[in-house]
């Protein structure tokens, strides 16, 4: 069965013009056209999923310290940028079912976490899309995550995800009974595309932020791609085939 994809995905929830991995930038995405956003989920120091990508709040925050060690009731106090809050997993998952939009739930564990993120992510997911007319996506660069989410959540759809590609990467999206291989754009071989178009496997990209690796990357038979610029590619997401 040919997997639905739409061509372009907002990155990390808004990219450039919103804070990122906001509700706010997941708005601005759908509101732009983009029909998908990919966002990070790492635990609370309570065990909450939220959506943040580093371990430490400075970047992306005005708190200090690390997520995994911060208690809600911190957390959710924080600015994360423009006055938004960081967001619940839960509260992004509703708003990207409202909003029609295909979520790729990036599984984002703190070092030594992953277990209990994964398990908590991959459970709420089948809950919070059970149903759902559009599906999400889950990925992460952590094998054993990936593993959880497939014997927890079964039912959602998996993609593998590297910086650079591993000879042995085929086997292990059998593996993972994954659908979709996710990569860093610029270190992406055509060996390997050639084998991803053997097998039918979507390829997905990340960061394209430029026009001309995008064009590259689909004549090379990419299939979507993750990016900060909802400026540039807002549009191309009308002009593109889900
Ligand atoms: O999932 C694609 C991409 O988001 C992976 O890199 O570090 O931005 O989460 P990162
Ligand atoms: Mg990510």
Avoid at 32 to 38: D, M, N, R, Y
Avoid at 224 to 234: E, G, I, P, S
Wanted: aromatic content about 6%; hydrophobic content about 45%.
């Amino acid at each position: 069965m040919p997997i639905p994809l739409p061509r372009w995905f907002a990155h990390r929830g808004g990219g450039c013009l919103a804070p990122e991995n906001t509700l706010a930038g997941i708005r601005l995405a759908a509101r732009l056209g983009f029909k998908a956003v990919e966002f990070d989920v790492m635990l609370s120091g309570d065990g909450t999923p939220v959506l943040i990508h580093d371990e430490r709040l400075e970047r992306t925050t005005n708190g200090v310290g690390h997520v995994c060690e911060t208690s809600d009731a911190q957390l959710f106090s924080l600015d994360a940028g423009a006055g938004e809050p960081i967001p619940r997993f839960e509260e992004a998952a509703l708003l990207c079912r409202q909003l029609g939009l295909l979520a790729n739930v990036e599984i984002k564990p703190a070092t030594g976490f992953e277990l209990p993120t994964a398990e908590t992510v991959a459970r709420l997911t089948g809950e919070l899309w059970r149903d759902a007319p559009v599906q999400p996506l889950i990925s992460s660069f952590s094998p054993a995550a990936l593993e959880i989410a497939r014997d927890l959540a079964p039912q959602i759809r998996r993609g593998i995800l590297f910086e650079l590609v591993p000879a042995d990467w085929l086997a292990e999206l059998r593996r993972l009974r994954a659908v979709s291989l996710h990569c860093a754009g610029d270190l992406l071989t055509d060996t390997v595309l050639a084998e991803a178009s053997t097998e039918g496997i979507p390829v997905l990209c990340y960061t394209v932020n430029a026009e001309k690796q995008a064009k590259n990357l689909l004549e090379r038979g990419v299939s979507a791609m993750f990016t900060d610029r909802l400026d540039l590619f807002a549009g191309e997401t009308f002009s593109y085939k889900s």
